[in-house]
């Protein structure tokens, strides 16, 4: 049997590689900023999309406008790649995004419900804990930090005057910092209940805080969840975590709508698709 391709085939796969090039997203050129509308802020609005800077739903809201959803991006955008936070898209946050819409998917197999392994993690000791006293942990608890300046934040939870932490914080890049060992009740969570029943929520809780300002508008990093996803399928094998009790701050605080985080516009269905419940 002849292997060799006919004509149509030929042309058939050629049309497919033209076409798969002509949806390929690229950066567009620098020099836009808020108030600017047009293909170009389009194209910048797909890359910080497909970067995981911006949402579908947020780009849904005024494609092509460059309104505020979209300076939030780019800022954060920029400070993932430690450039200064203005929210213009100029020269080197251009060359920036280009390289990284040019960087090629990395391709990981799913990893299996059960599989987890304990990400990579880095050291940052807070001295802002005490004893579980025993207690089992059965809870994990999301926080957004208030800000997007993940350097900040891991400063102040781990300054004593602050009394607060967390067990983990993970920054925009998708680096998880451990601030305080699992074995010990991380500052975290406040005056808590949990469905309803009000204990010590973090003597029986890792707690998680995620670098994200939480107006709503600040989208999460595609990196930040897949470092949420891996630590948190981690933690809820190892500790055996009841899929209900995976939950944010704003369902444990008391009294109840004293806290909101994590931000509206956290993805909970991916986070739990992706830890397999």
Known sequence: ???????????????????ALAT???????GLGKGDSGPKVKQLQDGLVKLGY?????????????????EGAVKKFQAANKLPTTG???????????????????????TQPGKFTKPAVISAPSPNSDSRNGTDIDTIVLHHTGSNNG????????????????????????????????????????????????????????????????????????AQYKALTQLV????????????????????AVPKGRKDDPAANFDWNRLRKGIGG
């Open 151 to 222: 350097k900040g934040d891991l400063a102040w939870m781990r300054n004593p005057q602050s009394k607060v932490s967390a067990n983990y914080m993970l920054d925009t890049d998708g680096k998880i910092y451990q601030l305080v060992g699992d074995e010990k009740r991380a500052w975290h969570a406040g005056k808590a209940e949990l469905h309803g029943v009000p204990t010590d929520v973090n003597a029986r809780s890792i707690g998680i805080e995620i670098v994200n300002d939480g107006s709503g508008k600040t989208a999460f990093t595609d």
């Open 54 to 70: 911006l949402t579908k739903a947020q780009a849904a809201t005024g494609p092509g406008t460059f309104g505020s959803l979209t």
């Open 233 to 252: 399928g981690y933690l809820k094998q190892e500790y055996k975590v009841p899929a209900n009790n995976i939950l944010g701050h704003k369902d444990v």
């Open 1 to 19: 049997m002849s292997i060799r391709p006919t004509s149509s085939r030929v042309t058939s796969a050629a049309s497919t590689r033209v076409s």
């Open 88 to 110: 213009f898209y100029g020269e080197q946050t251009a060359a920036a995004l280009k390289k990284a819409l040019a960087k090629p998917p990395v391709q990981t197999p799913p």
């Open 24 to 30: 390929a997203i690229t950066a567009p050129p620098a």
